[in-house]
Structure formats: C-alpha cells, structure tokens
C-alpha cells in the first residue's frame, strides 16, 4: 500500500556531508511522523531525527550537524548530513508513520525503508 525508497548515502571522508532523500508514495492519505533511523554493526537500531508538525528532533550526538527537512507537497524527507565522524557509520533507514486507504477503508501503519550505507572513513 505504501512504499519507502530511500537514496544517497555511500562513502565520505571525516568531516564531509551526505545528504540522504526518501519518497512515500501508495495510496496515501496524510502522513504524520517522518523520520530517519540508523543501525551499527553489533548496535540497536537509533532514531537520529524526526519530523512532525512542524517539529523537528535530533538525538544529541547530531544536533547541529544533521538537518531534517521535509516536503509534504512530494511527500518526501531528507537529511542533510554535515560534518559527518566515524561514529555516524550505519545503514540508515527512513521511516514514517501514514494513513492510507483500501477502496472506502482508512488504515495507519508505520513504513520503512530499504536502508542505505553511510560510511566515514579516511
């Protein structure tokens, strides 16, 4: 009903920016939450940043370097990655959470995305 492609990510030196783009598309009706996930070898899977209303959250180790935007237009969110550490390397995955429809019914469910490797390394 509802699909997540996620691009960018790949590799950048320390100190470099990345900048990761994922698009909702299906039968959509509002999607509430945006966000971004990332998973490290051997670590739990970590919400990075989120989007909702008109707000927007970051986790402490990313604030001021990472940037969460959003186009509900397109139904589209980016994270725009600067400055980016070795710390950062992950697959990142895109989430949301949307309403959607079948025929005459409404649904809410939470979507992800296929992931995307963002390494940083010299």
């Known amino acids: 009903q509802v699909q997540l492609v996620e691009s960018g990510g790949g590799l950048v030196q320390p100190g470099g920016s990345l900048r990761l783009s994922c698009a909702a598309s299906g039968s959509i009706l509002r999607i509430n939450v945006m966000g971004w996930y990332r998973q490290a070898p051997g670590k739990e899977r970590e919400l990075v940043a989120s989007?909702?209303?008109?707000?927007?959250d970051y986790i402490d180790s990313v604030k001021g370097r990472f940037t969460i935007s959003r186009n509900n237009a397109e139904n589209t969110v980016t994270l725009q990655m600067n400055s980016l550490k070795p710390e950062d390397t992950a697959v990142y995955y895109c989430?949301?959470?949307?309403?959607?429809?079948?025929?005459?019914?409404?649904?809410?469910?939470?979507?992800w995305g296929q992931g995307t490797q963002v390494t940083v390394s010299s």
């Open positions: 989007t909702s209303d008109g707000r927007t």
């Open positions: 989430n949301a959470d949307v309403a959607y429809y079948i025929g005459f019914y409404s649904y809410t469910g939470a979507y």
